[in-house]
């Protein structure tokens, strides 16, 4: 836009004549006024040279409208704005602030099994506003991952409660509790995720080539779950379970694959699982 400051002299002249000429006499003193504006510029009270000018210049005039002088009545100082081009008008955005999430499970890889991070996905809802009028809704979608060390920084709307939650990546873990955050009031929020079972169970039969079997003791009953075959993992032979395995007691026996008969299994070794990374029960298949 452009600035135009102005300035305008009010003068005035005392009037004695018909109050049925003012019309035509307030014409002509105006007229002759608006001749001697220039008298003003570059004055800081325009007002007085202008009356003085229009005082001097012409007394026939005066007396001809029958008024007695010119007198300075002050000025009007103003600022006048020009657009450069057609107003326009921009719709509001919310701004954001960054809130570092944390995604950590109570036992997490690699062993022992401390508490530490996890990978996985998160995501954010927007809730109530924190302030009335509501700030600028947020475009955008509020979801990411977490990389190996748990750890994201997201962007997100001021002024709004969030519901921030998360997925863990690994088999086995509960999802956390959702938490709350109000932006920006809040910069840091924890997930916290629990292991539900055994991420891994390793029957191991030494150095002997075996044939396993897994059961599973529910209701006061065993009851077959899982069978498999070892393959040597550094040198001893090993059957994997490959699956989380809820808690709860089992038993697990083997017999050789391959020799002369007969073929029979082990007795049954029974064991109890709680939530960890790894459980290892050695069998003798004999």
């Keep these: 836009m452009r600035l135009f400051p102005e300035c305008k002299a009010v003068v005035y002249f005392p009037y004695r004549g018909k109050q049925s000429w003012v019309a035509a006499v307030s014409d002509l003193l105006n007229a002759f006024a608006q001749a001697h504006r220039g008298a003003g510029e570059g004055s800081a009270n325009p007002s007085v040279p202008v009356a003085a000018a229009a005082q001097a210049a012409n007394d026939q005039v005066r007396k001809r409208a029958q008024v007695t002088a010119c007198l300075p009545a002050g000025q009007v100082w103003g600022l006048r704005v020009e657009p450069i081009a057609p107003p326009s008008a ?28 996890l990978p996985g996905n998160g995501r954010a809802v927007r809730g109530e506003a924190l ?36 997925t863990p990546t690994p088999m086995g873990y509960m999802a956390p509790a959702p938490v709350v955050a109000e932006v920006p009031n809040h910069s840091t929020v924890t997930l916290r995720s629990t292991l ?11 150095t002997t080539p075996a044939h396993c079997q897994r059961e599973q003791l529910v209701g ?67």
């Design 90 to 117: 921009v719709a509001l955005q919310n701004l954001t602030a960054e809130v570092t999430v944390n995604l950590r499970g109570n036992i997490a890889p690699p062993p022992p099994g401390a508490e530490g991070p």
């Design 131 to 166: 302030t009335d009028p509501a700030p600028p809704v947020p475009v955008g979608l509020e979801q990411w991952t977490f990389p190996g060390n748990g750890t994201a920084i997201v962007n997100l709307g001021k002024g709004w409660k969030w519901t921030i939650s998360g």
């Design 196 to 206: 539900a079972g055994l991420l891994n169970l390793k029957v191991t039969t030494g």
């Design 220 to 286: 006061g009953n065993w009851v077959f779950v899982a069978e498999g075959d070892t393959s040597p993992v550094d040198g001893v032979e090993t059957w994997s379970s490959g699956m989380p395995i809820a808690p709860g007691h089992y038993r697990v026996r083997a017999r050789r694959r391959m020799g002369p008969p007969p073929l029979t299994y082990s007795d049954w070794v029974t064991f109890e699982v709680t939530p960890a990374l790894e459980k290892v029960v050695p069998v003798a298949a004999p």
